[in-house]
């Protein structure tokens, strides 16, 4: 979190960056050795070795045994959008951004990009279901080698504001054993003491999710600070607009298990599949450490270019499959915000890569082939 910590004295930093500001100084090293079997930094061990983690903390390995208490322990999957397919493709910059951000990739050009289409949880073999989560990983990759990661959804707003919200709700929401639903008591706790939650559900109910992966809008969410070549900063969030026409959710009257993944493979082996990069711009005023709060509709936007899948693959080494998604591993002319989500994703993403790495890999569940045969 060094941007929008360089000011702060040590006693003025929110519990929750104390926790996880030191773990993101080592999001790019980890970043950048995550990527095609290349074996990454624990940062998580860093982080002890430091000593910059309390024992009663929050820590990522807390996190990452509490998905395993949720949903199991799936040996080589992600702990957490464990359901996914990796893709392959291209982002094509307008130089429409580069009055705001210096950085490569919004100069006018085409860079290459390693994507994966998830589901939210933690079961890798879940069957398909239209209100479950979407997410897209991008890996932005330019000549110099400098890298840009974010991992998107399709929701306008985050649920939590903060780590511990996230990890109450994940305690709260752990199905109870018969229902296959989590405990409606323990669900309501929670949201007593969480109106933030409460408020952006109502905003996620207001956004019924599209009929599949091709036609989702997915969100950044957090927000990023943006800087241009005379050094002046503006805090921007970032979305992806589909290019291609759905509708409302509505899975056919006889479906397979996997039968959203099954339609994105179909729809690319028909054509490229299209999206509109666009950045919105914050004023004064406007949060940049609460993802649950959306900014108003009224704030300027730019479309920075397009995002187009050329491919998809089945999750096999060499792939997306060991790409570390860390949304704090970002190009000179962007930095993170004072966010506290961004500082915790990235050190659990970190013990969660670092889990899998060392473990055997199972078949993933959604096969390509098959599909295409």
């Given at each position: 979190m060094?941007?929008?910590?360089r000011?702060?004295?040590?006693?003025?930093?929110?519990?929750?960056?104390?926790?996880?500001?030191?773990?993101?100084?080592?999001?790019?090293?980890?970043?950048?050795?995550?990527v095609a079997?290349?074996?990454a930094?624990?940062?998580?061990?860093?982080?002890?070795?430091?000593?910059?983690?309390?024992?009663d903390?929050?820590?990522?390995?807390?996190?990452?045994?509490?998905?395993?208490?949720?949903?199991?322990?799936?040996?080589?999957?992600?702990?957490?959008?464990?359901?996914?397919?990796?893709?392959?493709?291209?982002?094509?910059?307008?130089?429409?951004?580069?009055?705001i951000?210096?950085?490569?990739?919004?100069?006018?050009?085409?860079?290459?990009?390693?994507g994966?289409?998830?589901?939210?949880?933690?079961?890798?073999?879940q069957?398909?279901?239209?209100?479950?989560?979407?997410?897209?990983g991008?890996?932005?990759?330019?000549?110099?080698?400098?890298?840009?990661?974010?991992a998107?959804?399709?929701?306008?707003?985050?649920?939590?504001?903060t780590?511990?919200?996230?990890?109450?709700r994940?305690?709260?929401?752990?199905?109870?054993?018969?229902?296959?639903?989590?405990?409606?008591?323990?669900?309501?706790?929670?949201?007593?003491?969480?109106?933030?939650?409460?408020a952006?559900?109502?905003?996620?109910?207001?956004?019924?999710?599209?009929?599949?992966?091709?036609?989702s809008?997915?969100?950044?969410?957090?927000a990023?600070?943006?800087?241009?070549g005379?050094?002046?900063?503006v805090?921007?969030?970032?979305?992806?607009?589909?290019?291609?026409?759905?509708?409302?959710?509505a899975?056919?009257?006889?479906?397979?298990k996997?039968y959203?993944?099954?339609?994105?493979?179909?729809?690319?082996?028909?054509?490229?599949?299209?999206?509109?990069?666009?950045?919105?711009i914050?004023?004064?005023?406007?949060?940049?450490?609460?993802?649950?709060r959306?900014?108003?509709?009224?704030?300027r936007?730019?479309?920075?270019?397009?995002?187009?899948?050329?491919?998809?693959?089945?999750?096999?080494?060499?792939n997306?499959r060991d790409?570390?998604?860390?949304?704090?591993?970002?190009p000179?002319g962007?930095?993170v915000?004072?966010?506290?989500l961004?500082?915790?994703?990235?050190?659990?993403?970190?013990?969660?890569?670092?889990?899998?790495a060392?473990?055997?890999?199972?078949?993933?569940?959604?096969?390509?082939?098959q599909?295409?045969?």
């Open positions: 060094e941007p929008a910590d000011d702060r004295e040590p006693d003025e930093t929110p519990p929750d960056q104390r926790r996880f500001g030191a773990l993101t100084r080592r999001g790019a090293l980890l970043g950048m050795g995550a079997g290349v074996a930094v624990d940062v998580g061990g860093f982080a002890y070795a430091g000593g910059w983690l309390r024992p903390s929050l820590t990522p390995p807390v996190f990452a045994d509490r998905f395993e208490h949720v949903y199991g322990r799936h040996d080589g999957f992600r702990r957490n959008h464990a359901k996914g397919l990796s893709a392959t493709g291209v982002f094509e910059s307008t130089g429409a951004a580069a009055a951000c210096r950085a490569a990739f919004f100069r006018p050009g085409s860079f290459p990009l390693t994966r289409f998830s589901l939210g949880g933690g079961l890798p073999d069957a398909d279901k239209p209100d479950t989560v979407r997410g897209l991008l890996l932005f990759q330019d000549p110099a080698g400098q890298q840009w990661r974010t998107m959804i399709n929701f306008p707003v985050f649920t939590d504001r780590p511990q919200g996230f990890y109450e994940l305690l709260a929401s752990k199905a109870v054993p018969g229902t296959g639903k989590p405990d409606p008591q323990k669900m309501a706790a929670f949201l007593d003491r969480h109106p933030e939650t409460v952006a559900m109502k905003i996620i109910k207001q956004t019924p999710p599209s009929t599949g992966f091709a036609d809008t997915f969100h950044g969410l957090n990023f600070l943006f800087s241009n005379a050094g002046a900063t805090p921007v969030r970032w979305s992806a607009h589909p290019q291609q026409a759905g509708g409302p959710a899975p056919p009257a006889s479906v397979g996997d959203l993944f099954d339609a994105l493979i179909g729809a690319v082996a028909q054509r490229p599949l299209q999206w509109r990069f666009v950045l919105t914050g004023e004064p005023g406007d949060p940049t450490d609460d993802a649950t959306p900014w108003p509709a009224t704030r936007s730019i479309e920075a270019g397009s995002i187009t899948i050329t491919g998809v693959q089945t999750e096999d080494a060499g997306a790409v570390n998604f860390d949304p704090t591993v970002l000179d962007i930095t915000s004072d966010d506290p961004l500082a915790a994703r990235s050190a659990v993403y970190a013990r969660s890569f670092t889990r899998r060392e473990e055997p890999k199972s078949p993933s569940e959604v096969n390509v082939h599909v295409r045969s």
